[in-house]
């Protein structure tokens, strides 16, 4: 992402909209830290337009990742990465002068929704984007059953039965935030209360419903990520009670009533999020490892627990050696992650997608 020099120094722009600072010693002492594991290798997907920034946001079952990325002219665009390229999916039809598209979610045929303009759509190679409604559309799965939010509704979307909303909880809204849909049809989203506004995680399906994901007594706070095809939800919750400061963890819910705290990586700011999870148990997102609060992604399994990304990538291989792993936001089946990720040698105005590869 950057050179270094002996005292110099450079703000890295993070999805929350904080700036964290590298420095010439982190950088030494995560090259050092994982001389000792190799585990993956990077391969950088690139940018559309060879400037700013590419965030990947989902992986396909057969390694297609999409996001969205800068272009030239300012504006930003969704984006499709095959292994051979990134292609520009484009926007919906506007009239304003910089139109914009965030791709959010892919499945195994890849099909691709997002949102553009201020509507949910969903894209493929034969008919292009389309409009939905207006709103987000997260998440398609294989099946291509659509799910987000619409009109400030959660929405359910296919191409057999079209757009169906879901009743949230009683008493609660939708919170326009990360939905998410599995193979059998569940769906999960965030909702609030309308007199208090503090987000809660939700489990809707078709036999009963909306239920709030269980949190422990005196927290307040959480929000539903990511849900395998058994029906497993990745998030992040808060961690004691709010008059000490809002702390948020990774978590895992392995039903409604169960919720496991994943914990955070040593050395930060008792920070961890939870972005993504696959059917065989593997859980990745970022925690604040460093003293400043610097992100590390991660990658959670129950018999290793949390593992720093930076640790676990091949440095002997030219793309990977000089990474600093960020965010780890998607994970699919063969293990492969999506990740943000700077590099010492390059520019601080690129910074490109990765995807990590199991070396095994």
């Keep these: 992402m950057k050179r270094i020099l002996d005292f110099f120094v450079a703000p890295v722009p993070c999805p929350s909209g904080c700036a964290v600072t590298i420095t010439a010693a982190m950088w030494a002492m995560v090259l050092c830290s994982a001389a000792h594991?190799?585990?993956?290798?990077?391969?950088?997907?690139?940018?559309?337009?060879?400037?700013?920034?590419?965030?990947?946001?989902?992986?396909?079952?057969?390694?297609?990742?999409?996001?969205?990325?800068?272009?030239?002219?300012?504006?930003?665009?969704?984006?499709?990465?095959?292994?051979?390229?990134?292609?520009?999916?484009?926007?919906?039809?506007?009239?304003?002068?910089?139109?914009?598209?965030?791709?959010?979610?892919?499945?195994?045929?890849?099909?691709?929704?997002?949102?553009?303009?201020?509507?949910?759509?969903?894209?493929?190679?034969?008919?292009?984007?389309?409009?939905?409604?207006?709103?987000?559309?997260?998440?398609?799965?294989?099946?291509?059953?659509?799910?987000?939010?619409?009109?400030?509704?959660?929405?359910?979307?296919?191409?057999?039965?079209?757009?169906?909303?879901?009743?949230?909880?009683?008493?609660?809204?939708?919170?326009?935030?990360?939905?998410?849909?599995?193979?059998?049809?569940?769906?999960?989203?965030?909702?609030?209360?309308?007199?208090?506004?503090?987000?809660?995680?939700?489990?809707?399906?078709?036999?009963?419903?909306?239920?709030?994901?269980?949190?422990p007594a005196g927290t307040v706070w959480s929000s539903a990520e990511a849900i395998s095809n058994a029906g497993q939800v990745a998030g992040y919750a808060s961690v004691g009670p709010p008059e000490d400061g809002l702390t948020f963890h990774a978590v895992v819910w392995d039903s409604p009533h169960e919720m496991e705290d994943l914990g955070d990586l040593p050395g930060g700011f008792d920070n961890s999020t939870a972005y993504g999870m696959n059917d065989v148990g593997q859980i990745v997102g970022s925690s604040s490892a460093e003293a400043d609060g610097l992100n590390h992604g991660f990658v959670w399994t129950r018999a290793e627990g949390m593992q720093d990304l930076n640790d676990l990538i091949d440095r002997a291989h030219p793309r990977s050696a000089h990474l600093l792993i960020q965010e780890a936001y998607a994970i699919n089946d063969k293990g492969q992650i999506a990740v943000l990720a700077s590099d010492d040698r390059g520019s601080v105005f690129v910074l490109p997608a990765y995807v990590l590869i199991p070396s095994k």
């Design 37 to 215: 594991a190799e585990t993956y290798r990077a391969t950088d997907i690139g940018t559309l337009s060879r400037v700013g920034r590419s965030t990947p946001t989902a992986i396909s079952a057969t390694g297609k990742v999409v996001g969205y990325g800068d272009l030239r002219t300012g504006a930003t665009h969704a984006f499709l990465a095959n292994g051979k390229g990134i292609r520009d999916l484009g926007t919906l039809p506007s009239p304003i002068e910089l139109p914009y598209s965030l791709a959010y979610g892919v499945n195994a045929k890849t099909e691709v929704v997002g949102y553009s303009i201020t509507s949910a759509f969903i894209w493929d190679a034969q008919r292009g984007m389309r409009a939905l409604c207006e709103g987000t559309a997260y998440q398609v799965n294989d099946l291509g059953t659509v799910a987000g939010i619409c009109e400030g509704i959660g929405f359910i979307w296919t191409r057999s039965i079209g757009q169906q909303y879901l009743e949230p909880p009683a008493g609660r809204q939708w919170y326009n935030a990360r939905f998410g849909i599995n193979r059998t049809g569940q769906v999960i989203g965030n909702t609030s209360d309308p007199t208090v506004g503090s987000p809660r995680a939700v489990l809707w399906e078709a036999s009963t419903g909306a239920q709030l994901l269980d949190i």
